[in-house]
């Protein structure tokens, strides 16, 4: 639906996005991730064929967005980062407007806009000025026209970025309503908001893909990457006891036990073992062994948080020409 | 040209709603009252001719006025980034804030028809002469918003684009109009500056002549500034 092919930008000496290539497939909702200034809206004016790449080309829908711009760009709903509006003008003005742009005629306006503001939650603010709407409400905006013509591939760049909590779930459920009739790429810098809406995630940094899966997919790979994998205990016995039982396992490098706070006989432990070995059978038969009860055993899981800092806070390049 | 249509008709909205578009309304509408106000007295010509040949020098000032937020603010807005993902050209983005800004001129031409209709109703003026100034004054109105829309594609700050097409437009009239009568100008050179200046191919509309030259020159050197503004809207892509 919408693929990039060794998309590259040189701004000057400067490498913005290196050979990044990217597929979408249809009907699906794609997050796509990165800290700031790792190449995000440079890689999506270049999709989007605002910003022509220095090499490498993109298509929608099977069009190249440089040399068949036209129906290229009938395929294509776009929310530029900062979500760029006429202040004065009213939102039934501006969404006229952004449909005979794409040349929908009155009557299919009028349909489509019916629906698109019933859909952005915008009905009751048609006649109002732009500029004195609030910025969720701006940002719906937004979302209106870039769903005006029906375009099966939806770019949306930092669609929540300024809104307040409220207002970021609020898009977040409309984007993700979104999904399965349009093809969404949806980018932040902020992982638990594509987590929660994206079936599939691309990080980015540096101008390159870093990693590319599904939210569970990259849970694993983060926990496979994970050096220490720590099993939390919670059971019931005095510290001292609980580490007797343990530390002369094998498999078990530290035992880090204290009671609970509250004065009950129950005690967390966090077992490290050597490696990366899962050592959670051999800690519940060891502590029921020694007669003492297990409430919760868990393998602790490095968050996504931790891995995606991990996998972006690459080292600057030294010479970007080299 | 539906697309042209569509630019035309919010840029036109967008430019009767910014406070600009009365002051300059109302500075053009005072000042060419004054100039047609010194030259109505009894003995005087019942023509339009002093008039239109005072308010020309007016629109040094006032065309930029009107162009300068057109492309500019498009992109201090970043509103370009939608346009030019829209299916729709440069081209066409282009033509159409330049034909809304000639649109909003032949409005701010108003008050000269006003003017006319006053001297009818107290002379008995000769029509055609009338005609042609007027026509004239819209040729050079558009020469100079075209400057203005190129001057306004250059940059995103609205100053800088009233000050470059002022600018422009000066080396057009002021400069092409003092220059050659300098001793030092060689006289082939002379001719050309005499030609490429904007007054004298005014003049002959002013005088009541309708000369083909004039319309090519007119049609070539706003096409050519219109052809300017499209590059220039293109290249800040490439950069």
Same mark, same amino acid.
């Given at each position: 639906?919408?693929?990039?092919?060794?998309?590259?930008?040189?701004?000057?000496?400067?490498?913005?996005?290196?050979?990044? &290539?990217?597929?979408?497939?249809?009907?699906?909702?794609?997050?796509?991730?990165?800290?700031?200034?790792?190449?995000?809206?440079?890689?999506?004016? #270049?999709?989007?064929?605002?910003?022509?790449?220095?090499?490498?080309?993109?298509?929608?829908? !099977?069009?190249?967005?440089?040399?068949?711009?036209?129906?290229?760009?009938?395929?294509?709903?776009?929310?530029?980062? &900062?979500?760029?509006?006429?202040?004065? #003008?009213?939102?039934?003005?501006?969404?006229?407007?952004?449909?005979?742009?794409?040349?929908?005629?009155?009557?299919?306006?009028?349909?489509? #806009?019916?629906?698109?503001?019933?859909?952005?939650?915008?009905?009751?603010?048609?006649?109002?000025?732009? !500029?004195?709407?609030?910025?969720?409400?701006?940002?719906?905006?937004?979302?209106?026209?870039? %769903?005006?013509?029906?375009?099966?591939?939806?770019?949306?760049?930092?669609?929540?970025?300024? %809104?307040?909590?409220?207002?970021?779930?609020?898009?977040?459920?409309?984007?993700?309503?979104?999904?399965?009739?349009?093809?969404?790429? @949806?980018? &932040?810098?902020?992982?638990?908001?594509?987590?929660?809406?994206?079936?599939?995630?691309?990080?980015?940094?540096?101008?390159?893909?870093?990693?590319?899966?599904?939210?569970?997919?990259?849970?694993?790979?983060?926990?496979?990457?994970?050096?220490?994998?720590?099993?939390?205990?919670?059971?019931? !016995?005095?510290?001292?006891?609980?580490?007797?039982?343990?530390?002369?396992?094998?498999?078990?490098?530290?035992?880090?036990?204290?009671?609970?706070?509250?004065?009950?006989?129950?005690?967390?432990?966090?077992?490290?073992?050597?490696?990366?070995?899962?050592?959670?059978?051999?800690?519940?038969?060891?502590?029921?062994?020694?007669?003492? @009860?297990?409430?919760?055993?868990?393998?602790?899981?490095?968050?996504?948080?931790?891995?995606?800092?991990?996998?972006?806070?690459?080292?600057?390049?030294?010479?970007?020409? &080299? | 040209?539906?697309?042209?249509?569509? =630019?035309?008709?919010?840029?036109?909205?967008?430019?009767?709603?910014?406070?600009?578009?009365?002051?300059?309304?109302?500075?053009?509408?005072?000042?060419?009252?004054?100039?047609?106000?010194?030259?109505?007295?009894?003995?005087?010509?019942?023509?339009?001719?002093?008039?239109?040949?005072?308010?020309?020098?007016?629109?040094?000032?006032?065309?930029?006025? =009107?162009?300068?937020?057109?492309?500019?603010?498009?992109?201090?807005?970043?509103?370009?980034?939608?346009?030019?993902?829209?299916?729709?050209?440069?081209? +066409?983005?282009?033509?159409?804030?330049?034909?809304?800004?000639?649109?909003?001129?032949?409005?701010?031409?108003?008050?000269?028809?006003? +003017?006319?209709?006053?001297?009818?109703?107290?002379?008995?003026?000769?029509?055609?002469?009338?005609?042609?100034?007027?026509?004239?004054?819209?040729?050079?109105?558009?020469?100079?918003?075209?400057?203005?829309?190129?001057?306004?594609?250059?940059?995103?700050? +609205?100053?800088?684009?009233?000050?470059?097409?002022?600018?422009?437009?000066?080396?057009?009239?002021?400069?092409?109009?003092?220059?050659?009568?300098?001793?030092?100008?060689?006289?082939?050179?002379?001719?050309?500056?005499?030609?490429?200046?904007?007054?004298? +191919?005014?003049?002959?509309?002013?005088?009541?002549?309708?000369?083909?030259?004039?319309?090519?020159?007119?049609?070539?050197?706003?096409?050519?500034?219109?052809?300017?503004?499209?590059?220039?809207?293109?290249?800040?892509?490439?950069?």
């Amino acid at each position: 639906m919408l693929t990039a092919e060794k998309l590259t930008k040189w701004y000057g000496p400067n490498l913005a996005v290196d050979a990044l &290539s990217l597929e979408l497939e249809p009907g699906r909702i794609v997050g796509f991730l990165g800290p700031n200034g790792a190449g995000k809206s440079t890689t999506i004016r #270049m999709l989007t064929g605002y910003l022509p790449p220095t090499s490498g080309r993109a298509t929608l829908d !099977g069009h190249d967005v440089l040399t068949q711009p036209a129906a290229a760009r009938r395929k294509l709903g776009y929310l530029p980062e &900062s979500n760029p509006l006429y202040p004065e #003008m009213r939102v039934d003005e501006y969404l006229h407007f952004a449909g005979k742009l794409h040349g929908m005629d009155r009557a299919a306006r009028r349909a489509r #806009m019916d629906h698109v503001t019933d859909r952005c939650g915008l009905s009751k603010l048609r006649r109002r000025t732009i !500029g004195r709407l609030s910025k969720g409400n701006k940002q719906r905006v937004g979302l209106a026209a870039a %769903l005006l013509h029906d375009p099966p591939v939806l770019v949306l760049d930092e669609p929540t970025s300024g %809104l307040d909590p409220n207002q970021i779930s609020q898009v977040r459920r409309l984007i993700r309503d979104l999904g399965g009739e349009h093809t969404v790429l @949806l980018s &932040s810098h902020i992982l638990p908001e594509v987590q929660r809406i994206a079936d599939r995630v691309v990080i980015i940094a540096q101008g390159r893909v870093v990693a590319d899966g599904t939210v569970d997919e990259l849970r694993q790979r983060s926990h496979a990457e994970d050096d220490r994998a720590p099993v939390h205990v919670e059971v019931r !016995g005095a510290p001292e006891a609980v580490r007797a039982a343990l530390l002369p396992l094998d498999d078990i490098n530290t035992v880090d036990a204290a009671a609970e706070g509250d004065g009950g006989d129950w005690c967390n432990a966090w077992v490290v073992p050597h490696g990366r070995k899962d050592v959670r059978a051999a800690v519940a038969e060891a502590l029921s062994r020694h007669g003492l @009860l297990v409430r919760e055993i868990r393998r602790e899981a490095g968050s996504l948080e931790e891995f995606f800092v991990r996998v972006t806070d690459v080292q600057p390049r030294e010479a970007a020409a &080299s | 040209m539906r697309a042209v249509l569509t =630019i035309l008709r919010r840029e036109l909205a967008s430019l009767f709603y910014s406070p600009i578009a009365y002051v300059v309304l109302a500075m053009f509408a005072l000042g060419s009252g004054l100039v047609f106000y010194i030259g109505f007295a009894p003995g005087e010509h019942a023509a339009m001719r002093g008039t239109f040949g005072g308010v020309v020098w007016l629109l040094v000032f006032l065309a930029p006025a =009107i162009s300068m937020r057109l492309v500019s603010e498009e992109l201090s807005r970043g509103t370009i980034e939608r346009l030019a993902t829209s299916p729709i050209n440069d081209w +066409q983005i282009i033509l159409g804030k330049w034909l809304a800004a000639v649109v909003f001129f032949v409005v701010l031409l108003l008050p000269l028809g006003a +003017q006319a209709v006053v001297l009818e109703l107290s002379a008995a003026p000769d029509w055609g002469p009338i005609f042609t100034g007027w026509l004239g004054l819209l040729l050079v109105g558009g020469l100079y918003l075209a400057v203005g829309v190129f001057a306004s594609a250059a940059t995103e700050n +609205q100053i800088i684009a009233f000050l470059l097409s002022v600018f422009v437009i000066c080396g057009l009239t002021f400069l092409l109009y003092f220059l050659p009568e300098a001793s030092f100008v060689p006289p082939k050179v002379r001719s050309a500056m005499v030609f490429a200046n904007v007054n004298r +191919q005014f003049e002959g509309f002013n005088k009541g002549l309708i000369d083909i030259r004039n319309f090519v020159y007119f049609a070539s050197v706003t096409a050519m500034f219109l052809f300017f503004a499209v590059k220039l809207l293109e290249s800040r892509r490439w950069r």
